[in-house]
T-cell receptor, first 112, second 112 residues
Framework: KQEVTQIPAALSVPEGENLVLNCSFT??????LQWFRQDPGKGLTSLLL?????REQTSGRLNASLDKSSGRSTLYIAASQPGDSATYLC???????????FGGGTRLMVKP | SQTIHQWPATLVQPVGSPLSLECTVE??????LYWYRQAAGRGLQLLFY??????ISSEVPQNLSASRPQDRQFILSSKKLLLSDSGFYLC???????????FGAGSRLTVL
């Protein structure tokens, strides 16, 4: 059974700092990996999707990498802003394409 | 997401009462549909997923059930709510063969 772990569980940084969020998964036979953002009391917004054959994806100040063989993904946020404060979740989809397993999330606070 | 509608947005119910949360989706026909639950301070737990009308796969506890009476309608139900059923329920869709999972805004359930 796939297990997804995110470290750290919570992170507080000053504005402007570059930061890295980590995601690890136990079964490397994945179809893709997706990073989401969740604001308090809200649904999830997809940030980046990495196919199993890809190494990284970029969108603006966000860069996500994937090392499938070692079961790891990182989300890099450059020049963090207070508006980046949210919970960030990673999720992996299995090869059948039906099951999406989520990590516990990293709660990020960017202080002005 | 504007393509996924969940209601009610918030709900307060007594222990032992029934539950019905509805999710309807727009867009491409025959999407895969999912129900997730997010308990306070915890990650997302997959409850049910459906690859077609009347097809439900369950990942969880028996006091919850799901049904898909129409292609774009997914319903989460319970005959008798437990305190532990409190949480934030998210409906999601993925178009078959596509990669991205899209979430609704969620329904917050408080069981007293």
């Amino acid at each position: 059974k796939q297990e997804v772990t995110q470290i750290p569980a919570a992170l507080s940084v000053p504005e402007g700092e570059n930061l890295v969020l980590n995601c690890s998964f136990t079964d490397s036979a994945i179809y893709n990996l997706q990073w989401f953002r969740q604001d308090p009391g809200k649904g999830l917004t997809s940030l980046l999707l990495i196919q199993s054959s890809q190494r990284e994806q970029t969108s603006g100040r966000l860069n996500a990498s994937l090392d499938k063989s070692s079961g790891r993904s990182t989300l890099y946020i450059a020049a963090s802003q207070p508006g980046d404060s949210a919970t960030y979740l990673c999720a992996v989809r299995d090869n059948a394409g039906n099951m999406l397993t989520f990590g516990g999330g990293t709660r990020l606070m960017v202080k002005p | 997401s504007q393509t996924i509608h969940q209601w009610p947005a918030t709900l307060v119910q007594p222990v032992g009462s029934p539950l019905s949360l509805e999710c309807t989706v727009e867009g491409t026909s025959n999407p895969n549909l999912y129900w997730y639950r997010q308990a306070a301070g915890r990650g997302l737990q997959l409850l049910f997923y459906s690859v077609g009308i009347g097809q439900i796969s369950s990942e969880v506890p028996q006091n919850l059930s799901a049904s898909r009476p129409q292609d774009r309608q997914f319903i989460l139900s319970s005959k008798k709510l437990l305190l532990s059923d409190s949480g934030f329920y998210l409906c999601a869709k993925a178009v078959a063969g596509a990669n991205v999972l899209t979430f609704g805004a969620g329904s917050r359930l408080t069981v007293l």
